[in-house]
């Protein structure tokens, strides 16, 4: 920036700058200047709060809400402004909401701080200039002189001046030019706030500017005597000048002063210093005694420094008292606690650095409070602990509690339930210590561990395990070995300890009881590890498969097992591992492990089988024994022993086992006997034992050098002795006894073998039957021929009998067929004739299917449906009705407009009737003219005589008016010309263009042409702002284009009021109907709704804080259970209205969901790399929140629900709808609950399934038909449609619309041969009401042209639409292609229809025959004559009459010629026999019936409009009497004042009316303050110039006209209803002429004075 101002210097050398010029440079000086001002600002208050402020361009704004002025309050005077007193002090209500009343409050903290401190007032802003931004330069104007005056006294530091040493960018500037602008005010002279201040603060003026004078030039000198004997000059007023400092007040009050001088010549760097304030290069007397409070202060810092280096507490203590540290409460008793916490405090900082720099002046007032309070908090712990002692020896319990509960003892947390325990182990404790007093350390580890315990019992009682394990396992209890796998079992095991002691009388466990405890449950716990271990050893020796460690595992101690014995140790491993393989089946677990219980069962199984196993080798021996002695029954009973386990022993064959077993023995000694004592068994495991003979003793294992005894007879071989010998006894008894059954066997056989014959000899037939088939059909073929032989014979002898018999047996069944046939056919009829008609109507259906979807529908069908192109009496009914209803919709939506506006100005008026800014006869005389209006419903002023002005009978004006309806015929049939003057137009009168001219334009969209037509507009519009304005995709959401906002301004009219009614009524409804519905999501009003309700029910002031934070007031219960009701309801009514929404797409208006679909498909062609998600949330803004978001958060403002007139919505009801449309909003968006918000965080999920429905209903709302097909339009629509169109536009509106069009002609159209530039010279210059109206809006000559368009500018004229290029001669070369098609297609429809035909070829080769051309003759007749009766309005196109007087063979020779012209441009083919043009006419007979049908849902939906806009009318008019009685009663109120009021009132309102203009000189009005500046003229020529301020016949308005010189320069129309509003936005300034700046209260006051005796 300072680069720009020295080029821009260099450049004035050699360049010579205009006026305009040299006033822009010097506007963007004095920006730059206040720009940097703005930064000197920011950075002083940086430096006293320590935080980040924002930008200059942004600070103006961050002050408003008072905060950062609030914090600086506090920074200067703590005592007074306390941090609590700051309304929201995080700014977290302001980011959320903006601001709010309450942030006045800081500001007044502010003000009144400055105040406190003896600042002078005068520089003092007021609260408005903050919170309404009127005048926020004087806003920083107060806080330099502030930091001046503070920097004065030693309290802040030295604002910095830099000017020329920060840079702006040019849009910052130009932004601050503009803002500047819009204040209107002179800008503060921030250079003087020295002197000023030094006035204000000094007694002798003169005395102390002379001293300040000596001073300044000691200084220049250089010299440090001089210097410090001026500055102990008594009329300086100095005050606490060190000489020992002299020289340091020298150099720094040296720097000072040159660095003020640099900055004053760098700021006028081209002017010399005559006239201006000396105090520009001096220093003043505030800004000398800030730097000599600087030094001070700095000298006093390192004295401080010093002491703590050398660690003398007293030292320290005097350093610390010095004056100019000002510290507050420096005790002297308190030395040493300041000398250990500002020596840590230097070593911390020294430590940050990474060197030693003495404390700042805050940091000691820090230091020193913190050791205050730590002294404090000691004293206060000696005495806690002395009382506590006391307590514990008097032995109450109670009052004992109550000592340890005092937070001056900085104990840890005491329980009272637990006041014995304390008591009694406190006593103890107390007891055992020598000195019979317990000390802070003692009490402190004794208080916590029997916190702990406390709390160990208290969660036992509670049966809370959760609560028991983290107090046992605090380190505050003290317990040792808590283990955290044993935490159940120390549980149950402390149970049952407290229940025992409970039943003893004892409510508390001690600690030792507790550590007891502990560790019998440790070592419970560690004898099961180690059997674990054991386990773990055998499972390990078995996976070895080692007997001996097996064994050696077995008998570990640990493992607790029993009954091990060495010699089973082979057999322990089969047993344990056949377990093992037994468990894996059933778990299917290949690396399963045997538990405890289990080896122990194996254990046992192994040692009864060696026990069974020594039995059974017993008895085996004894058996051997007995046959070896040869005794039978001692054979037999030894067999039968049950330890052995033989089975099948019969005692009848005891002789023959005994005889068997001994055959079997000596068979064995005959091999050899090998005489060994051992013998093996084998079991059914699988297993071998081992039994010796001799000893008779077992094994398991295999004995060394074993040989099996090769004679003695083994278990299995005696078994299969006994069960041979007793199956040979078992069949021998039942040969005896089975001989019957025998006989019978042998009878079974025989017959089997016999049936075994049969069939053979029956498989053999069935291999020969076709043979035997063939025989027999040869027989059976022979019987029939000779049977047939004869019969034919027979008949062949009587042929002449047999047929007269068939003759009449046939004749006699037709017969009776018919008659029954006959007869069930009448019995039928109904059912046939219907049977017939719906095979006709299928027959027709499927036609008329072929006609809407055959790609090439044939010629027969056209045939069939050419008549439904052809208009009837109804069709012409139906199209007046129409048209009439258009116009009366039109009209009643202007009127409402109107009506609505009046009622708001009324609003205005009776508001500012209520702040007495304008008389009751005013409001009177406006509610009069309202009334007025509302009765003649605003078209008295359309009854003006039609044959005067721009409709009378002479050829001018009728050429101008054909030259209008061309005029906006074209404009309404080519959108881009609208499209480019919207953006041609600054965008306020662009909004007032669109809403104004435009919808009257397109009538509204009150017909499927208009609607199309505006639609075309639309898209283009948006296409055109798309591609030349929006760069990013977020503009579209924060830049609100002109066209969306527009599309929504005029979808919120009746029409789509009622799609938003229809939509959200239901809903919205039933939450206002609903009385105990009540959503509030914010925790702090929860909070105090709740305190309110506890105070009113019972009647005393609660004990809790009213004021708290969302967190606090999250921490009570029955607010979280309040917040999770307000949810629950709140999920459940949105999700209401959500599904509503969904469900009720179809219902948006087309229009709305047409222009989603473009704005979606022009973003996408522009950025094609925007993803679904962005391009959801930009249609989603458009279609919800914009749309329908304003309708649920203001019902009652959109017409949803029906509200009578002064009733409004209850606040709960607003506040539910917003947390509804809230929550919506949120979801259309994608958008989370985070931040302050996070107490709804439980909502998130439910959002985000929303988003996802929301994404849907944006979808199919986007996914619509184009206009063409939707509305059934294309561009043959003007030519066929009956009713031509018309407009109705007001007088004021024409001319705006021709004013326009001519100062943006080029622009719009480069193209001079383009058809606008032609219709425009056809119109000329902009008309006069005069030349509009005729003479009925010049019955006064003097009144001007504005005064006239005041007046007659909302009269309507209506306009019927003509397209002046359409109309060409028939043999032109250049014939408009779209004439000759729709001319060829009427033609043929004409002649199908009378001339039937294969094709079109044969229906044009071959003549029509008489009949044919009657009837065609008879029809054209007809609608000749039924255009003669059709008004002009709603007359065919002029070329369709003319064919229509053709015959058919006229008809066909032009159809001809008019096919091959056809064919040579292409259109047609004689190649598919001009299908193509077939195929046109059968579009236009679709589009027929679908325009049919849309103009009944058409005359519907208006029917339902107008009723809607009379129910609107209707409610007006309630307001209206609304408002007059609340002007009755205020009448009624002044009449009490007397009669003599109300003469004086009379009188001056005559006399208003005969009032004389005034004269003021601009150097009057200037002096009065009403005048502020003339732009380009200087105050010395103020005496030339004069304002003539002179009333007009309407009430409330003037002329002013300006003379300079006696030369009359130009005219302003003020309205006093303007200043009015002007006054009532705030706006302080305007301008006259646009180069005058008046104010506008002093104009309103100088005109009450003047006219209305005010």
Known sequence: ??????????????????????????????????????????????????????????????????????????????????????????????????????????????????????????????????YDKKNMPRVIYCIHALSLYLFKLGMAPQIQDLYGKVNFTDEEINAMTSELDKYGIQMPAFSKIGGILANELSVDEAAVHAAVIMINEAIERGVVEETLLTLLNPNAMLVNINKLLSPVYQELLYQAKAEKSDSARNRFPHHTFEGQDIYEEYLTQAEIQGNINKVNVHAALEYVDDTLEKKDAQALYLALKAQPLSLREVQRENADWYLEQLAVDREQKALELGYNEPLEKEELQAGVDVANQNAQRYI?????????????????????VKELMNPEAQLPDVYPFAAELYQKELLLIQRQNSQGELVQEELFVAVEMLSAVALINQALEARDINGFWD????????????????????????????????????????????????????????????????????????????????????????????????????????????????????????????????????????????????????????????????????????????????????????????SELAYVMRAKVLEGNNQSPWVKHSLKDGGEYYFNLQSFEGTWERPHGFIQNSIHLSKSEIQDVISRVSAAHNRELLWQTSLEFIVRLQARMRGYLIRKEVLRRRNFLQKQLPAIIKMQAHWRGYKQRRAYNERLHYLKQCCNAAVKIQAWTRMWLARKKYLERQQYFRKHIDAIVKIQAFFRASKARDDYRMLVHARNPPLYVIQKFAHLLEQSDHDFREERELLKLREEVVKKIRSNQQLENDLNLMDIKIGLLV??????????????????????????????????????????????????????????TNPVYLAKLIFLMPQNKSTKFMESVIFSLYNYASDRREAYLLLQLFRAALQEEIKLKVDRLDEI??????????????????????????????????????????????????????????????????????DVTPEQALTHQEVQRRLDISVQNLRAVADKFLNRIIASVDKIPYGMRYISRVLKDSLVQKFPRATEEELCKIVGNLLYYRFMNPAVVAPDGFDIIDISAGV??????????????????????????????????????????????????????????????????????????????????????????????????????????????????????????????????????????????????????????????????????????????????????????????????????????????????????????????????????????????????????????????????????????????????????????????????EIMRLRQTLNGLNSKTFFYEEQIDYYNQYIKTCLDNLTSSGRTDAKHLSESKGKNKKQASLHYTAARLYEKGVLLEIEDLPISQFKNVIFDIIPCEQAGTFQVKAKFLGVDMEKFQLHYQDLLQCQYEGVAVMKMFDKAKVNVNLLIFLLNKKFFKK
């Not at 005495?383 to 032995?395: D, E, F, H, T, Y």
């Not at 044993?486 to 009881?513: A, C, I, P, T």
Request: hydrophobic share 35%; net charge negative; aromatic share 6%.
């Open 1 to 130: 920036m300072s680069g720009d101002r020295e080029s821009a210097a260099v450049n004035h050398r050699y360049e010579r700058l205009t006026a305009d010029e040299m006033d822009e440079q010097r506007r963007q000086n004095i920006a730059y200047q206040y720009l940097c001002h703005l930064e000197e600002a920011k950075r002083w208050m940086e430096a006293c709060l320590n935080e980040e402020l924002p930008s200059p361009t942004d600070l103006e704004e961050s002050l408003r809400n008072g905060v950062i002025l609030a914090k600086l309050g506090h920074y200067f005077a703590p005592d007074l402004i306390t941090l609590k007193k700051i309304y929201d002090i995080g700014q977290q209500r302001y980011k959320a909401a903006g601001l709010h009343f309450r942030h006045t409050d800081n500001i007044n903290h502010w003000l009144s701080a400055m105040s406190h401190i003896g600042f002078p007032p005068m520089f003092y802003p007021e609260t408005t200039d903050v």
């Open 380 to 400: 206060s712990m000696i005495q806690a602990i002395s009382r506590i002692n006391l307590a514990v020896k008097n032995g109450v319990a109670d009052q004992t």
């Open 471 to 658: 107090n046992l396992f605090s380190p505050a209890a003290g317990l040792s070995d808590i283990e955290d796998d044993n935490m159940q079992r120390y549980f149950g095991e402390l149970m049952k300890l407290k229940q025992k002691s409970q039943v003893k009388g004892d409510s508390f466990l001690s600690w030792n009881v507790l550590q007891k405890c502990v560790n019998e449950v440790n070592m419970s716990t560690q004898e099961e590890h180690d059997k674990i271990l054991a386990i773990k050893l055998i499972n390990e020796a078995l996976e070895q498969k080692d007997p001996e460690k097996i064994l050696t595992a077995l008998l570990l101690p640990s493992a607790g097992l029993t009954d091990v014995e060495l010699i089973v140790a082979k057999h322990y491993q089969d047993a344990l591992m056949n377990l093992k393989r037994q468990k894996a089946e059933v778990t299917h677990d290949e690396d399963v492990v045997l538990w405890l219980d289990e080896i122990q069962q194996g254990i046992n199984t192994a040692n009864q089988d060696t026990e069974n196993v020594k039995k059974m080798c017993l008895c085996i021996a004894a058996i051997n024994q007995a046959v070896k002695e040869g005794k039978p029954s001692l054979t037999l009973r030894v067999l039968r022993s049950p330890d052995v386990s033989l089975y099948g022993i019969i005692p009848e064959c005891a002789a023959a086992y005994q």
């Open 915 to 972: 702040k007495n800014r304008i008389t009751l006869q005013e409001v009177v005389s406006h509610c009069k003219k309202l009334t007025r209006k509302n009765k003649e419903q605003l078209s008295d002023l359309m009854s003006l005589d039609k044959q005067k002005g721009l409709k009378s009978l002479s050829k001018e004006n009728r050429e101008k008016l054909e030259a209008y309806q061309h005029l906006f015929y074209l404009l309404q």
């Open 1037 to 1106: 959401i924060k830049g609100n284009p002109t066209v969306v906002r527009l599309v929504l301004s005029f979808y919120r009219n009746a029409r789509g009021q009622n799609a938003l009614r229809e939509i959200l009524e239901p809903v919205v409804k039933e939450v206002l109907q609903d009385k105990l519905l009540c959503i509030k999501t914010d925790p702090v009003d929860i909070y105090k709704t709740w305190i309110n309700q506890m105070e009113s029910q019972t009647g005393q002031k609660s004990g809790l804080p009213y």
């Open 1208 to 1497: 409004a919505l209850h606040s709960d009801h607003r506040r539910n709808l917003g947390s509804i449309a809230k929550v919506l909003q949120h979801a259309a968006a994608n958008k989370m609950f985070e931040g302050e918000h996070a107490h709804l965080r439980t909502m998130n999920e439910y959002l985000s399934d929303a988003h996802r429905k929301f994404r849907k209903f944006i979808w199919a709302a986007c996914a619509v038909p184009d206009p063409e097909e939707r509305l059934n339009v294309d561009k043959y629509t003007d030519m066929v449609t009956l009713a031509k169109p018309v407009i109705y536009i007001s007088i004021g509106e024409l001319i705006n619309t021709h004013k326009l069009l001519l100062e943006h002609h080029d622009s719009i159209s480069s193209d001079h041969s383009d058809p606008l530039h032609e219709l425009l010279e056809d119109l000329g210059d902009v008309p006069t009401v005069h030349s509009l109206l005729g003479d009925e809006a010049n019955q006064d000559s003097e009144s001007s042209e504005d005064c006239a368009i005041t007046q007659y500018g909302k009269v309507e004229i209506s306009f019927i639409l003509t397209n002046k290029f359409d109309r060409l001669e028939t043999n032109s070369e250049e014939f408009d292609f779209r004439r000759l098609m729709l001319s060829t297609k009427q033609m043929l429809v004409d002649v199908i229809r009378f001339q039937p035909g294969n094709s079109l070829f044969d229906i044009l080769r071959i003549t029509a025959s008489e009949d044919q051309e009657s009837s065609h003759y008879y029809i054209m007749q007809t609608r000749i004559r039924q255009d003669a009766r059709t008004p002009d309005k709603m007359k065919r196109n002029h070329s369709l009459l003319g064919d229509s007087k053709l015959s058919i063979e006229e008809k066909k020779r032009k159809i001809i010629r008019n096919l091959r012209k056809l064919e040579t441009l292409g259109v047609v083919s004689p190649d598919n026999q001009y299908q193509d043009i077939i195929n046109e006419i059968a579009k236009d007979i679709r589009n027929q019936r679908r325009y049919r049908q849309h103009r009944k849902m």
